[in-house]
C-alpha cells in the first residue's frame, strides 16, 4: 500500500456501494473477508472490523509484518444485521471510541468501499477521508463512484472512452426478457446481470433452449420489482482478467494485473501476473484504465480501482466492468508487496484462492500443518502460503495466498497445499 498513515482502516464490506443493503446475506458473507485488512496495519493504525479477528490470527499477522501489537488498535463491531459499519459503530455506541483512537493517532478514515455513510461517519468523527485533502473532496467523488460501480454505468462510460464491449442492452426488469429474447436471435446464449452486483451475484445466462415453449425468464430478486438489468452476448470466453489502477494528483498509474479465477460468472480466486496466453492483452487493459482513470479524476476520485475484461477464445479482450474501490485484490496485493519487499530478484507471482478441507480446522492447525511441511511463508525466501484472512466460520473453508518467484512455482504451491489441508476440490 503506498498511502502513509496512520489510518482508521474502516472495512465496510457491508456498504450499499455495490449492492442493495437488502441483500443482506450476501454483503454478511462478504464481510467475513474482514480480516485480512490486518495486513494493512502499520504502528498507529486503527482497524475498524464488522467480525472478530481470532487471537491466533493477529499474532501471526504481527509476526510477518513486524507490527508491535501494542501499536495498533483492533475494533470490533458486534453485528447488527444489513446496515452499513458505520451505522453500527453507532448502534454498538463505539463511535466515540472510534473518534478518540483517531485523534490521539492523527488518523485518517481509509474505508474499503467510498459511500454516503462512510462520508457522514468521517464528517461526525472530524476525519479526513484518504486520499482526499477534505470530506467535502471525498463526497463530490460520491456520484462518479456510484455510477461506476453500476454495469449500465460502466457500459455508458465505457462506450464513450472507446472500450470495446460484448453487444448488449440496458433496461428495467420488465423488460429484461425482451431484450433476451431480442439478443439470443443473434447469439446462442447470453448473460443477464442486475446492475448493481459484484462477484457475480443475481448474474445468469441464458441459451435459447431455456425460453422455447413459453417458458419465461426467471431472475433473482435483487435490485426489485424495477430494478435496472443488462443483458450481453455471452463470449466464448478464453480467460477473465482485470488490472488495478491508482488514481493520484499526478496521474493514474498501473498496479498490477492479473486472471480471475471464475465459477458460472462468480470471483473465486485470482492469480497475478497475467499468464502467458493472455499477456497480449497487457497494453490495451492499460490504456483502458488510463482512459478511465482521466474521467474518474475528472470526477473528482482519487484512490484505487479495477477495470475487468474477458478474452475470448480468438484472443480479444471485452471490457466487462469497473469497480471504483477496494477491490477483492487490492488487500492481498498491498500484503505481497509489503512481505515481499526485503527479498531480492524480480516481482512475485502470487495467487490468492479458496479451498474446503475434508476436516475441520482451527487456525492454529492450519498454520502447523504449512509449517511442518515447509510451506509456510518464508520471509528470508519472500515465498511461500499465507492464510490471509482468518480461520473461516464453518473450519472448511480456508482463503489463502500463495507467493513465488514463478507462475509455474505458484501452481505447485497450491498443489501442495491441497494435499497438505486436504483439499476436497472446488466448489461453486
Not at 30 to 38: D, H
Not at 52 to 68: D, I, N, W
Not at 113 to 132: C, E, K, Q, W
Not at 285 to 300: N, Q, S, T
Request: hydrophobic fraction near 45%.
Amino acid at each position: 500500500m503506498s498511502e502513509k498513515g496512520p489510518f482508521v482502516v474502516f472495512a465496510n464490506f457491508l456498504s450499499d456501494l455495490a449492492v442493495d443493503l437488502g441483500e443482506g446475506q450476501v454483503l454478511t458473507q462478504w464481510a467475513q473477508q474482514a480480516p485480512r485488512k490486518a495486513w494493512l496495519l502499520r504502528p498507529g493504525d486503527v482497524l475498524v472490523t464488522p467480525v472478530p479477528l481470532s487471537r491466533e490470527f493477529l499474532r501471526y499477522v504481527y509476526g510477518l509484518t513486524g507490527v508491535p501489537p501494542e501499536s495498533v488498535a483492533v475494533v470490533e463491531v458486534p453485528p447488527a444485521g444489513p446496515v452499513p459499519l458505520a451505522r453500527a459503530v453507532r448502534d454498538a455506541g463505539l463511535a466515540e471510541h472510534v473518534r478518540a483512537l483517531a485523534r490521539d493517532r492523527g488518523a485518517a478514515l481509509l474505508p474499503t468501499a467510498l459511500d454516503a455513510s462512510a462520508i457522514t461517519f468521517a464528517r461526525d468523527l472530524g476525519l479526513t477521508v484518504h486520499p482526499y485533502p477534505t470530506v467535502d473532496a471525498a463526497e463530490a467523488a460520491l456520484e462518479v463512484t456510484m455510477q461506476l460501480n453500476t454495469k449500465a454505468g460502466f457500459r455508458e462510460t465505457a462506450e464513450r472512452l472507446g472500450m470495446r464491449l460484448p453487444e448488449g442492452r440496458v433496461g428495467r426488469r420488465p423488460a429484461a426478457e425482451g431484450m433476451v429474447r431480442e439478443l439470443l436471435r443473434d447469439h446462442e446464449r447470453v448473460v443477464v446481470k442486475p446492475d448493481r452486483s459484484a462477484g457475480g451475484h443475481g448474474m445468469r445466462f441464458v441459451s435459447r433452449g431455456d425460453l422455447k415453449g413459453g417458458a419465461a425468464l426467471a431472475l433473482d430478486t435483487v435490485g426489485g420489482p424495477e430494478g435496472v438489468w443488462v443483458v450481453e452476448e455471452c463470449l466464448d470466453v478464453a480467460e477473465s482478467v482485470s488490472i488495478q489502477l491508482e488514481v493520484t494528483a499526478s496521474g493514474t498509474r498501473a498496479l498490477f494485473s492479473g486472471a480471475m479465477r471464475t465459477a458460472q460468472g462468480s470471483f473465486t480466486g485470482y492469480v497475478s501476473p497475467l499468464p502467458p496466453a493472455c499477456a497480449h492483452v497487457a497494453d490495451e487493459l492499460e490504456e483502458w484504465g488510463a482512459a478511465m482513470g482521466r474521467h474518474l479524476a475528472a470526477h473528482g476520485y482519487a484512490g484505487p480501482f479495477g477495470l475487468d475484461a474477458l478474452v475470448d477464445a480468438d484472443g480479444v479482450a471485452y471490457a466487462s466492468e469497473s469497480n471504483i474501490r477496494r477491490t477483492a485484490t487490492t488487500t492481498p496485493h498491498a500484503m505481497v508487496t509489503r512481505l515481499t519487499a526485503d527479498s531480492a530478484g524480480a516481482d512475485p507471482a502470487w495467487s490468492v484462492s479458496k479451498g474446503w478441507t475434508r476436516r475441520a480446522l482451527d487456525f492454529d492447525g492450519a498454520l502447523a500443518r504449512l509449517r511442518e511441511s515447509r510451506l509456510g511463508f518464508d520471509p528470508a525466501r519472500g515465498e511461500g502460503v499465507v492464510l490471509y484472512a482468518d480461520a473461516p466460520p464453518d473450519g472448511h473453508s480456508w482463503r489463502y495466498a500463495v507467493i513465488a518467484r514463478s507462475a509455474g512455482d505458484v501452481e505447485e504451491g497450491e498443489a501442495a497445499l491441497a494435499e497438505v489441508l486436504e483439499f476436497e476440490g472446488a466448489r461453486p
